[in-house]
C-alpha cells in the first residue's frame, strides 16, 4: 500500500503558473507507473501526464503539451507537476496515482489501472 499527498493547487489567473506536488508515503521502484489525473465538475477523470517512476520519457495529453512538466525527485518520494500559461479550461481537481510493478505504462491513461491515489489538490484559473 502506498498512500499519496498532493499538494501546490490554488486559485490564479490566466497565465499564471503553480506547481503540484505529490508525496508518496514510501519508496517506489523504478517499475512504478505514476501519473497524474485532473477531473473538472461534471466531466470524466482525464489523464495529463504518465511517466514510468524513474523513467525518462512522459506522455502528456495534446492540451497541456508545452505547458505543463512532469518531474520526480526520488530521494523525497516526490512527483511534480509544474504548471505554466495556465488556462481557465484546465480549472479542476488534480490527482496523483501509481501502480506497479509493471513492464510498461499505458498511454492514454486509463485511471482503473491505477492502484493508488491522492485525495487531489484544487486548481482554479479565471480568466
Known amino acids: 500500500q502506498v498512500d499519496l499527498v498532493e499538494s501546490g493547487g490554488g486559485s490564479v489567473q490566466t497565465g499564471g503558473s503553480l506547481r503540484l506536488s505529490c508525496t508518496l508515503s514510501?519508496?517506489?521502484?523504478?517499475?512504478?507507473?505514476t501519473a497524474w489525473f485532473r477531473q473538472a465538475p461534471g466531466k470524466e477523470r482525464e489523464g495529463v501526464v504518465g511517466?514510468?517512476?524513474?523513467?525518462?520519457?512522459?506522455y502528456y495529453v495534446d492540451s497541456v503539451k508545452g505547458r505543463f512538466t512532469i518531474s520526480q525527485d526520488s530521494a523525497k518520494n516526490t512527483l511534480y507537476l509544474q504548471m505554466n500559461n495556465l488556462k481557465p479550461e484546465d480549472t479542476a481537481m488534480y490527482y496523483c496515482?501509481?501502480?506497479?510493478?509493471?513492464?510498461?505504462?499505458?498511454?492514454?491513461?486509463?485511471?482503473?489501472?491505477?492502484?493508488?491515489w491522492g485525495r487531489g489538490t484544487q486548481v482554479s484559473v479565471s480568466s
Open positions: 496515482a501509481a501502480v506497479g510493478p509493471r513492464r510498461v505504462c499505458t498511454w492514454p491513461l486509463v485511471p482503473s489501472e491505477y492502484a493508488y
Open positions: 511517466l514510468l517512476f524513474g523513467g525518462k520519457q512522459p
Open positions: 514510501k519508496p517506489i521502484s523504478d517499475n512504478h507507473c
